[in-house]
C-alpha cells in the first residue's frame, strides 16, 4: 500500500522551505516579537505532525515562523487552513491531487487573498506536466466511509444537470457546485471505495474544478481561478487524462492573456499541445496561441500566428462528434470569431470585422455568454473601421445580455471600450450606450 499523504504542518514547512530548526527558531522568534516565551522543540512539533493540536497562540507562531500573516489562522480549523504551497503551485505527485483541491477550495474562500501566482511558476508547472509520467494514480488509503456507487452516480448526474444549465440560470449555481467540489474532496480524501469508484470521484472533482474556476474567473477573482484550475490539473493527471490536463494548461494559458501576460501564456500552450490528442482540444489551443501571440504585436511572428490558425482550422475539420465534454462546444463560430480578434492585432481590420460578423452569427442561442464576448469584439472592429454607430448598437447589446444572464467579465469588456466612444457623442446610438453604461 502506498504510503499516506504527510502532515500538513510538514508540507507546509516544506514549501516554506524550511529545516526543523528554522521552523522551531522562526516560532521563538514569533513569541520574542511579542514579549513572550514559547517553549516549543523539535519533540512538541512531531506531536503537532502526529494529530496533537497546537494551542491558538502557537498557531500564530506556527504562520508567521512560516512566512504568512497572522489573519490566516483559524485556530478551530487546524491543520486545513495551513498552506501546502509557497507559490500557489502543488507539485505534481501520486498524493498531490486531493492537497491541490483543498488548496484550491481554500482559496476560493478567500483566505487566501495575499497569495500570488507567477507566470514562472504557471510555465513550470505546464512543463513538469508536459514532460511527466502519467501513471501517477496512488493507491488510496483505507478511509473511514464507505463510499457508494448510488452516491458517486448522483454527484456525477447533478453536476451534469448544473452544467447544462441555460447561461441565464447558470449564474445562480456557484455555491451549489462549490458544494459539490468540496463533497467531492472529502471523499477522495476520507472516502473508501473501488478503484474504479476513485477514477470516476477525480474526473469528477476534475470537471467541477474547471466549471468553478471559470465562475470564479468570470467575477475577476484570478488566484481563485488559478488554484482551482491547478486542482483540476493534478487530478486530470492523476487518471491519465492527457486531453483534459491540455485543457486546464489552456484556460491556465487564458487567463495569463486575459492579464496581458502573453509570453507565459504562449508557454503553457506550447507545453499543452505536446500532449493533447483531441483534434477538437487541439483546435482550441492552436486558436488561443494564435491570439496570444498576435497580442505581442511582433511583426516576426506574423508567420507563427497564420500557422496557429491554419492549424485550428484543419484539427475543426478533422474533429468528430466523439470530443472531450470540456471542449463540445468549440465551432465554427469560435474559429471565425477568435480568427477576427487574432487578424485584428495583425492589423487586418476589414477581413477581421467580416469574420467577427460571421462568427457571431454562427453562434448557437444557448451560448450567451460567448455571444456577449463575440458582440464587444465585433464593436471593437466597427471601431477600428471608425464606424461607431453599429460598435454603439453592438456594445449596448452586450451589455444589455450581460446584465441578464450576470456576465460581469463581458461587462467589463464593454466599460473597457466606453473611451472610444467619446469622439462620437453625438452619434446615434452612443449617448443610449453611455447612458445605460453609467
Not at 498524493?95 to 483541491?101: C, D, E, K, N, Q
Not at 487586418?348 to 444557448?366: F, V, Y
Not at 461607431?388 to 460581469?408: H, K, N, Y
Amino acid at each position: 500500500m502506498a504510503a499516506s499523504t504527510p502532515h500538513p504542518l510538514v508540507l507546509a514547512r516544506q514549501a516554506a522551505d524550511k529545516t526543523m530548526d528554522e521552523f522551531v527558531a522562526g516560532i521563538h522568534a514569533a513569541a520574542g516579537r511579542r514579549g513572550l516565551h514559547s517553549g516549543t522543540d523539535e519533540a512538541r512539533v512531531r506531536k503537532w505532525q502526529r494529530g496533537v493540536k497546537p494551542n491558538a497562540e502557537s498557531q500564530i507562531y506556527i504562520a508567521e515562523a512560516l512566512g504568512w500573516p497572522e489573519s490566516i489562522v483559524r485556530a478551530d480549523d487546524w491543520p486545513n487552513w495551513l498552506p501546502l504551497t509557497a507559490n500557489g503551485v502543488i507539485p505534481f505527485g501520486p498524493h498531490s491531487s486531493v492537497p491541490a483541491l483543498r488548496e484550491a477550495l481554500l482559496t476560493a474562500m478567500e483566505r487566501r487573498n495575499f497569495l500570488t501566482i507567477s507566470g514562472t511558476a504557471l510555465s513550470a508547472l505546464a512543463a513538469d506536466w508536459a514532460g511527466g509520467s502519467h501513471d501517477t494514480l496512488a493507491r488510496a488509503r483505507d478511509g473511514k466511509q464507505q463510499v457508494s456507487e448510488d452516491l458517486v452516480a448522483f454527484l456525477e448526474s447533478s453536476t451534469r444537470y448544473l452544467a447544462a444549465l441555460p447561461t441565464e440560470q447558470r449564474q445562480h449555481t456557484p455555491a451549489l457546485l462549490d458544494a459539490q467540489l468540496a463533497t467531492v474532496t472529502e471523499l477522495l480524501e476520507h472516502g473508501r471505495c473501488t478503484a474504479g469508484l476513485r477514477l470516476r470521484l477525480h474526473t469528477l472533482a476534475a470537471s467541477l474544478a474547471q466549471t468553478t474556476g471559470w465562475h470564479r474567473f468570470d467575477l475577476g477573482h484570478h488566484t481563485d481561478a488559478s488554484q482551482l484550475w491547478i486542482a483540476g490539473l493534478h487530478n486530470a493527471h492523476a487518471v491519465g487524462d492527457r486531453d483534459m490536463g491540455a485543457g486546464f494548461l489552456g484556460d491556465l494559458a487564458y487567463q495569463a492573456a486575459w492579464r496581458g501576460q502573453h509570453t507565459t501564456a504562449a508557454d503553457i500552450l506550447e507545453h499543452a499541445l505536446t500532449r493533447a490528442e483531441s483534434p477538437a482540444a487541439r483546435c482550441l489551443l492552436q486558436l488561443r496561441l494564435a491570439r496570444t501571440l498576435a497580442a505581442r504585436h511582433d511583426p516576426a511572428e506574423r508567420r507563427a500566428v497564420l500557422r496557429a490558425l491554419a492549424a485550428a482550422e484543419q484539427h475543426l475539420n478533422d474533429a468528430g462528434t466523439d470530443r472531450p465534454s470540456w471542449c463540445a462546444w468549440v465551432s465554427e463560430a469560435d474559429v471565425a470569431v477568435d480568427s477576427g480578434q487574432t487578424l485584428l492585432d495583425l492589423g487586418d481590420t476589414r477581413r477581421a470585422h467580416q469574420l467577427i460578423t460571421e462568427g457571431e452569427h454562427l453562434l448557437p442561442a444557448s451560448r450567451d455568454k460567448t455571444k456577449g464576448v463575440f458582440l464587444t469584439y465585433q464593436a471593437t472592429s466597427y471601431l477600428d473601421q471608425e464606424e461607431p454607430e453599429p460598435a454603439a448598437a453592438a456594445a449596448t447589446e452586450a451589455l444589455l445580455l450581460a446584465r441578464r444572464i450576470g456576465a460581469p467579465r463581458c461587462i467589463k469588456l464593454v466599460e473597457n471600450l466606453l473611451p472610444r466612444f467619446q469622439p462620437y457623442t453625438r452619434t446615434q446610438g452612443v449617448p443610449e450606450l453611455l447612458a445605460a453604461a453609467a
